[in-house]
């Protein structure tokens, strides 16, 4: 599981295409092929991928209250731009070269799931490596779908520890 999270934050949040991947694994002594990757990255996408939705859910929920998004006009004290979201999304702008051609519509929406977890962890002051090896092993283990919301990063009290940055 570790092996996986890593391929996928190196690709997603280090801007590490896959065959240059299995090149630094061949002069370290492992032998993984690009097509090898990218089933790992595929297979990451498809534990992940619930766990994306109800991000995307969370958020859907957040546009639904927009009066209180924009309470900023009404309280001097709050911060009227975005600068702290866009110098978040600084890393996806770094690496977005690198995924000009994704591939096919799969490999978008796996690039789109593992950016929102990898993003999302980052935002709440988690290692994103240690964050997706912790819930695929949670996941692969048996997690509950009834309890996938625990898995959240603003909800996994359990692997904070392993996973602050």
Not at 17 to 22: K, Y
Not at 25 to 32: N, S, T
Not at 63 to 90: F, H, P, S
Request: one cysteine or more.
């Amino acid at each position: 599981m570790a092996s996986f999270a890593h391929i996928a934050v190196s690709k997603y949040c280090d801007g590490l295409p896959l065959f240059r991947q299995s090149v630094i694994l061949a002069r370290e002594g492992v032998e993984i092929d690009r097509a090898t990757l990218a089933d790992w990255i595929g297979r990451a996408a498809w534990w992940l991928a619930p766990l994306a939705r109800l991000v995307g859910t969370t958020l859907q929920y957040a546009l639904g209250r927009w009066e209180a998004l924009t309470r900023y006009a009404e309280d001097g004290r709050l911060a009227i731009d975005n600068n702290v979201a866009e110098r978040l999304m600084r890393g996806i702008a770094v690496t977005r070269k690198n995924f000009l051609f994704l591939g096919s519509d799969a490999g978008g929406d796996r690039a789109a799931i593992l950016y929102t977890l990898i993003e999302t962890a980052k935002l709440n002051g988690l290692n994103p490596e240690a964050y997706l090896a912790y819930t695929i092993n949670q996941l692969a283990h048996g997690h509950l779908a009834s309890r996938l919301s625990e898995l959240l990063p603003w909800n996994c009290k359990n692997a904070a520890e392993a996973c602050s940055v």
